[in-house]
Every structure is written in structure tokens, then in C-alpha cells.
């Protein structure tokens, strides 16, 4: 009998679920103005940063995420005068967090290119970055058709994983990793013989682990940071333009990649 | 929100390669994984005290340390001490030993429930430990435990989809590359969760036609 009395209850329970998503639906059609509007309302702005991303979002012995894009994020959250929430991504799953709006916005080393460009909007650039191809100095590689044959290690979603494709030789033998966590630990165990990164993040690879005699072998693409935010969202964009135009202008930017990156941020495309 | 199933599906290949495999993932560790419980369960009942304690070990480390745990180590840990295997086979080792480790758990409990007299009556007959543990004891244990060795070796073939972590191309990482690709998150895992539901009913009524045919009989 009880047994009986859950069974119903249970399919009560599916049953309210599925007549609520028609509403769920138009609560979501509603909501299509600026996500600025929910942003001052609710006095909180979630921003997606990377935590295993040095020097660019990572997190210190006390457990506080910092670095370069967490930097910019609390700028941005000061200069729009509301409480920061940070949402830890990595580099395959950021995007969906903006499309499923988990995040306002997602500052996490983004890259532009046109694929990314069909789904989701881009801010000016707040931060330089390229991607190369690193290996041991004993291993011959001087252009992109020295890679055929060998193992690659790449992060799977990470622009280097689509780039690479588009100038490497169709034998190149990739080896994709959830992170770049993992990706480093397949170099550094000798599991790849090559490795396709940022040059912030193998600088810190190779700065730990001089046993590998690892170098910088190719530059991919030069592709600095830019902020992503939910398509059409103009209002937003237009905001987040000003705040890092103004930092731009007044020095901010370049105090901030002395500081993570060891230079300055330099001349960044709008 | 709207849906573009076409946009994943235009990489059927790459779904087709991750779903072979995962089904010779599955398979390969289905039949060693199944003989190495044998062989511990072997171990348990008949062997020397310092085996017992080995097997014993074992079972316990596997059954109590999570699966992506343990392929980390032998994927990426191991190499420290001049193992090199290659994802796959890093993959395949870590699956044998789970299913192995589990298996040999759920079959103690069948060969436990062997009724005292039915191995009496066998050694009357002059049948030797083997003999007996293989004709005897082995055979009805199967029956008594066939519906929980064949949960284990589904809930491998699910755990399979972390391989993809190694870089493993599998279902799960098809999924995953295609995602990263083209952003179609939702349509990407709705496509593997139904291909996974579709393995896991096939596998268990493949399994359930099988055991009474090929491990105990009817």
C-alpha cells in the first residue's frame, strides 16, 4: 500500500514537472532584454574565470582563485558597483556555461574566431596571450610539417586544438586532454612528445620542470583575450567596452599583465 | 533555445568511431575481467594464506579508490616509474582490473552458497579441487549471481565513457570534441546518453541470453 501510495506520488511529481516546462519556456522568452537589466537589479554579476589556468585564473594555497582574468573580473565588478560571484570553468565547458547563462559573462583566456563568433559575442581585447607548440630541445621541429607522425598533446575545445587542424599535416597524431592540467601531465610523464599551449602556461611548465629540457617550437596563432558575453546583448557590450577602454587608457591593463604576464599588454585590437 | 541535431550529426563518424570503442573497450575487459574474478575467486576458496591476502588487497584497493582515479594512475602515474602504455591500453588495463576486482567479489558470494554436500558428493567421486571448483561449485555460482555480474559489466561499459579523459577516443570524447567544436553541448549529450541507453538495454539482454547458454545452463 505504501509502496502504491509512492508510485503515486512519484508520477504526481513528473507529472507537475512537465506541465511547468511550457512556463519554464516562457519565462526564458521574457527574459531576452539585457543581462545588464538582471545584473543591477539582483546587485550580482556571475562571471566564468578559469582556476587551472596560471597565471590567468588559478587557485593559491588558500584556496582564493587569482590571476590575470580573476583581476579583470573583480574590475569589472567594482566599476559596475555589484558583488562578484566567480563560476570556475574549464576550457571545454565555458561556452555552455554563457549559453545556458550560468554565467553573465565568461572572462577565461577566450579567444575570437569565426566559429565562436556564430554563438556567442566578443568585447574589445583585455589581455594578450598567443599559442605555440612546445617540445624537448633534442627533437627537430622548425615549421608545422615537422609535426606529422609525432604525438601532439592539445586541451580539447581550447583554440590550439582548432587552429592546430587547420596548419598542422593530417598525420599528426593528437592526443586531446579535459584540461590543461591533464594535458601538462601527458607532456611531463612523456606520454605526448610534443605539447600545443598557451605560452603563458608552458612558461610555467617549463619553469617546474627543467628536467624536461622542453623549448618553444612554433608560434599557432597570436589570439589575445577577449570577453565573452550571450549573443545580441548590445547594451552589455557596449558597457563592458567603456570599462575596458577606460583601463586600457589609464595604465590598469598594463599594471595588470606586468604583473601575471611579465609584460605589458601592449597594443590590443578593439 | 533552439535545437540543431543536424550540426552533431553531420560528425557521425566520429560517433561511430566512439561507439566501436566503447563496445571493444567493453568487451576486451568483459573476458579478461571475468576470467581474472575467476581466478581470484579461485584464489579465495582454495589458495595459499599470503595469496588469499594479495587477492584479498587487491580487491579491496580497486573496490575502494574511484575508477578515474585508478586510470590516472596507471595512465599518468605509472610512466614515473618507466611504464609507458598508450591511452587505450592504459584504458583496457584499468577496466579489467575494476571489472576483475568486482567480479571476484560478486562470485564469493555465489561460490559461498555452494551447498556443503554437493562438494562433499564431488570429491566422493574422485574429482580432483580443480575439477570440482570448475564443474561443480563454479557453474551455479554463475546462475545465483549472473544478474549482478551483469550490472557490473554494464556499469563498466558506462565507466568506460571516462577513458575519454586519457584521450581515448570513445563515445563520451566523440561527444565531447564535437561540442567543443561546434557548441551544441545539449544535442551532442542527448545523442550519447541515447546511444549509451541503447548499449546498456542491448548489452543486458545479449548477457542474459548468454549466461544460461554458455556459463551454467538453463
Known amino acids: 500500500m505504501r509502496v502504491a501510495l509512492a508510485v503515486v506520488r512519484s508520477r504526481r511529481v513528473a507529472l507537475t514537472i512537465f506541465a511547468a516546462l511550457p512556463l519554464l519556456a516562457a519565462a526564458g522568452a521574457a527574459q531576452a532584454q539585457s543581462a545588464l537589466d538582471a545584473i543591477t537589479k539582483s546587485k550580482t554579476i556571475k562571471i566564468a574565470v578559469p582556476t587551472d589556468y596560471p597565471p590567468y585564473g588559478f587557485v593559491d594555497t588558500s584556496m ?27 576550457s571545454a565547458n565555458r561556452i555552455p556555461y554563457l549559453q545556458t547563462k550560468k554565467a553573465d559573462l565568461v572572462i577565461s583566456t577566450l579567444g575570437k574566431n569565426p566559429e565562436r563568433e556564430k554563438v556567442i559575442d566578443f568585447t574589445a581585447a583585455y589581455a594578450p596571450f598567443f599559442q605555440g607548440v612546445f617540445g624537448p630541445k633534442s627533437m627537430a621541429v622548425k615549421s608545422f610539417a615537422d609535426l606529422g607522425g ?47 599551449m598557451s605560452g603563458a602556461v608552458a612558461a610555467e611548465m617549463i619553469r617546474k620542470n627543467p628536467q624536461l629540457g622542453a623549448e618553444y617550437k612554433l608560434t599557432i596563432k597570436d589570439s589575445p583575450c577577449f570577453i565573452g558575453i550571450a549573443k545580441g546583448d548590445d547594451a552589455l557590450k557596449a558597457k563592458l567596452n567603456e570599462i575596458i577602454g577606460a583601463a586600457r587608457r589609464d595604465g590598469t591593463l598594463d599594471k595588470m599583465s606586468l604583473k601575471w604576464l611579465g609584460k605589458p599588454a601592449g597594443e590590443l585590437p578593439l | 533555445m533552439e535545437f540543431d541535431f543536424g550540426a552533431v550529426l553531420v560528425d557521425w563518424r566520429l560517433l561511430l568511431k566512439g561507439l566501436v570503442w566503447t563496445l571493444g573497450l567493453t568487451a576486451v575487459a568483459t573476458v579478461i575481467g571475468l576470467v581474472v574474478g575467476v581466478g581470484c575467486a579461485w584464489i579465495r576458496a582454495h589458495g595459499s594464506k599470503p595469496a588469499r591476502v594479495v587477492v584479498g588487497a587487491y580487491v579491496e584497493l580497486i573496490r575502494n579508490t574511484p575508477f578515474i582515479v585508478q586510470l590516472f594512475f596507471i595512465f599518468f602515474g605509472l610512466p614515473a616509474a618507466g611504464v609507458m602504455l598508450t591511452p587505450e591500453i592504459a584504458a583496457v588495463i584499468a577496466m579489467v582490473l575494476n571489472l576483475g576486482a568486482y567480479s571476484t567479489e560478486i562470485l564469493r558470494a555465489g561460490i559461498e552458497a555452494t551447498p556443503r554436500g554437493q562438494i562433499e558428493a564431488a570429491e566422493s567421486l574422485a574429482l580432483s579441487p580443480l575439477q570440482v571448483f570448475l564443474h561443480v561449485v563454479l557453474p551455479p555460482s554463475f546462475k545465483r549471481v549472473w544478474p549482478a555480474l551483469v ?19 570513445e563515445l563520451s570524447y566523440a561527444a565531447n570534441l564535437i561540442q567543443s567544436r561546434n557548441f551544441r553541448a545539449f544535442e551532442a549529450f542527448i545523442i550519447a546518453t541515447a546511444v549509451y541507453l541503447l548499449l546498456a538495454v542491448l548489452l543486458r539482454r545479449l548477457l542474459n541470453w548468454a549466461g544460461p547458454r554458455f556459463f551454467f545452463g538453463r
Not at chain 1, 66 to 90: F, R, T
Not at chain 1, 166 to 190: C, H, I, L, Q
Open chain 2, 151 to 169: 550490472s557490473q559489466i554494464i556499469i563498466v561499459m558506462l565507466g568506460s565513457s571516462v577513458c575519454g579523459q586519457i584521450s581515448v577516443e
Open chain 1, 150 to 196: 609525432k604525438t601532439v598533446g592539445v586541451t580539447r575545445g581550447a583554440m590550439e586544438d582548432q587552429e592546430l587542424g587547420k596548419v598542422a599535416p593530417a598525420n599528426t597524431d593528437y592526443k586531446r586532454f579535459e584540461d590543461n592540467n591533464a594535458t601538462v601531465a601527458a607532456f611531463v610523464s612523456g606520454q605526448t612528445q610534443l605539447v600545443a
Open chain 1, 64 to 90: 582564493k582563485p587569482q590571476g590575470y582574468d580573476i583581476e579583470m573580473a573583480e574590475l569589472i565588478a567594482a566599476k559596475l558597483g555589484v558583488k562578484l560571484q566567480l563560476v570556475p570553468v574549464s
